[in-house]
């Protein structure tokens, strides 16, 4: 399997403070990957260095081959990579029309715009009855949908999420779990998800990358993590017995 | 007779409030754009207005190429001509120095920038208006137009009252409420327009979306400088003006952008008129003096009435 996004050395530092230590990450395309930590284990900063947004100090990020490190960042949505931000981040004083429109910034998102508005309506029916309403007003669960329909309209390759289920009621989190896996599955989209909820994100995936205080501590198949006691009683909640 | 004479002198003063307010609408929105929209304050958008007056000025007067236009369609073409031009110099200043306070470099910062851009555009102001006082020299000066001098006259009306509509000031009306118009339009309904707001509301989840958050603040700011440089222009035909012009208008900006309601085009525009009007009105019954003082009168009202201006809609999720 040849990689789409591979991620080698890869070190940030905010001031003198060490976010990421030599992490090294391979995404092949149609996976479903999964990275799990505590808070603060440099997850977000993670996605923020492949969207472009924070800049490493070492390290090399690649996609189809390209160096992600020589573009600037909003160059980079263009190649097909979509960040669904933490806090969700949808564009409050636009219409979730609007929103979805600018997620389609992107020559590849308008060449498909109308199949796929049509597919985000089909995943979430409450974006096309409040397409004239102002994202700010919508609830947490509407604005996670408006940001992951916003991620999809640009048509990625990539779909990366950085915790879609936080600030969710339970029942609201397992539909965006839901639909997540739906994108994978049926789209064909290939996701890389940060996730609190670990089990529900390591069942759904391929692979799972476990991130602690800036490094990789482990990774691999969900059995292989399941089978790792730090990991279930740390992530999963789950006892020896 | 009394009574006609007031009759006359109110219609004259509503008249003059709409024109003057809709020339007043377009100067607001140049800010609405910058500082209501992209959230740069910007303390030199006085001189922007100047920079209108005098660009226009030099296009149309003595050797200037839009001379052969003559007096009559010449000052409007020259009030539009000033906004492409002071385009590039307000995308040139934000790309030399506003930048550096504003946009994706501050977002998210305690301040969001106000700081810098507050000292910035006042050190720019003062550079504008003294440049110009060495450019342009201190003698007031107008962009002459015969039809500043013509009106229209509607009635008599009533008795002997007759409204005179100033044929320049209406010229200069339709040009701003046309110039507005189609400022919405762009915002409203184009990719463009879109990417602006969108970079606007949260730069940092417009460049997840591949926009290119610095050259959309530039076109903003550019197109900010460039609104209020034609009112200036169309100013121009109707008042006279020197280099420190600025600082009379920066003060009814802010007012008109407050009152429309931070954040939108059209509450800019509402604002500016409103102040426009009331500024007019305000003569019947207060010496000229007073003039300015009335419009803070009527502003502290309506944002005591209507914390979010008249037309401003709040986004945010209580």
Same mark, same amino acid.
């Given at each position: 399997m040849t990689a789409l996004l591979e991620i080698e050395g890869l070190c940030v530092a905010y001031g003198g403070l060490r976010a990421l230590q030599d992490v090294s990450l391979s995404v092949a395309a149609g996976q479903f990957v999964t990275v799990v930590g505590p808070n603060g284990a440099g997850k977000s900063t993670l996605f923020k260095t492949i969207s472009g947004v924070v800049r490493p100090t070492a390290g090399r990020i690649r996609f189809q081959g390209n160096d992600l490190l020589a573009l600037s960042a909003s160059r980079r949505a263009h190649l097909g990579i979509a960040h669904v931000p933490e806090g969700r981040q949808v564009f409050k004083t636009l219409t979730v029309r609007e929103n979805l429109e600018m997620g389609a910034y992107p020559e590849s998102g308008?060449?498909?715009?109308?199949?796929?508005l049509e597919r985000i309506h089909t995943l979430f029916p409450v974006l096309a009855e409040r397409a004239t309403q102002l994202a700010g007003t919508l609830s947490g669960g !509407?604005?996670?949908?408006?940001?992951?329909?916003?991620?999809?309209?640009?048509?990625?390759?990539?779909?990366?999420?950085?915790?879609?289920?936080?600030?969710?009621?339970?029942?609201?989190?397992?539909? %965006?779990? !839901?639909?997540?896996?739906?994108?994978?599955? !049926?789209?064909?989209?290939? %996701?890389?998800?940060v996730e609190q909820r670990a089990v529900e994100a390591l069942e759904l995936?391929?692979?799972?990358?476990?991130?602690?205080?800036?490094?990789?501590?482990?990774?691999?198949?969900?059995?292989?993590?399941?089978?790792?006691?730090?990991?279930?009683?740390s992530y999963l909640g789950l006892s020896d017995a | 007779m009394g009574l006609e004479i007031l009759i006359e002198n109110v219609l004259n003063a509503l008249a003059a409030g709409i024109t003057i307010g809709c020339i007043y609408g377009l100067m607001c929105i140049g800010l609405g754009l910058i500082f209501g929209i992209m959230k740069v304050v910007n303390f030199a958008q006085g001189e922007l207005l100047m920079l209108g007056m005098f660009a226009s000025l030099y296009l149309v007067t003595g050797g200037g190429v839009l001379a052969f236009l003559g007096p009559f369609v010449g000052p409007f073409v020259g009030a539009i001509l000033a906004g492409p031009i002071v385009f590039v110099g307000g995308a040139l200043l934000h790309k030399a120095l506003i930048a550096r306070v504003s946009g994706l470099r501050t977002a998210g910062t305690l301040d969001e920038g106000h700081f810098g851009q507050l000292i910035v555009t006042l050190g720019i102001s003062l550079i504008l208006q003294n440049g110009g006082l060495i450019l342009f020299g201190s003698t007031p000066l107008t962009v002459r137009t015969?039809? +500043?001098?013509?009106?229209?006259?509607?009635?008599?009306?009533?008795g002997d009252a007759t409204v005179f509509l100033n044929k320049a000031r209406l010229i200069a009306c339709a040009v701003a409420i046309i110039t507005a118009v189609g400022l919405w339009l762009l915002l409203e309904y184009t990719r463009l327009g879109k990417a602006l707001r969108?970079? +606007?509301?949260?730069?940092?989840?417009?460049?997840?979306?591949?926009?290119?958050?610095?050259?959309?603040?530039r076109i903003a700011f550019g197109l900010g400088s460039g609104i209020t440089a034609i +009112?200036?222009?169309l100013m121009a035909t109707y008042l006279s003006f020197s280099p420190f012009i600025g600082l009379d208008y920066v003060i009814i900006m802010y007012s008109g952008v407050v009152l429309g309601g931070m954040g939108s085009i059209l509450g800019a525009f509402w604002g500016g008129l409103t102040v426009g009007f009331v500024q007019q009105c305000s003569a019947l019954v207060l010496p000229p003096q007073l003039q300015n003082a009335a419009i803070f009168v009527v502003f502290l009202l309506i944002v005591m009435l209507r914390p979010q201006g008249l037309f401003g809609r709040s986004a945010e999720r209580a």
């Open positions: 308008r060449a498909q715009w109308t199949r796929t !509407e604005q996670q949908m408006v940001a992951i329909g916003r991620g999809l309209a640009s048509a990625p390759k990539v779909l990366m999420l950085d915790e879609p289920s936080m600030g969710l009621a339970p029942a609201v989190a397992d539909t %965006i779990f !839901e639909r997540i896996s739906q994108i994978h599955r !049926e789209d064909g989209v290939t %996701i890389l998800l995936s391929d692979h799972g990358y476990v991130l602690e205080t800036g490094q990789v501590v482990l990774d691999g198949p969900y059995e292989t993590l399941l089978a790792d006691d730090r990991v279930r009683r | 015969p039809l +500043a001098s013509r009106a229209f006259e509607i009635g008599p009306v009533y969108a970079a +606007a509301d949260n730069p940092t989840a417009a460049t997840y979306m591949g926009i290119d958050v610095e050259r959309a603040y +009112a200036g222009g």
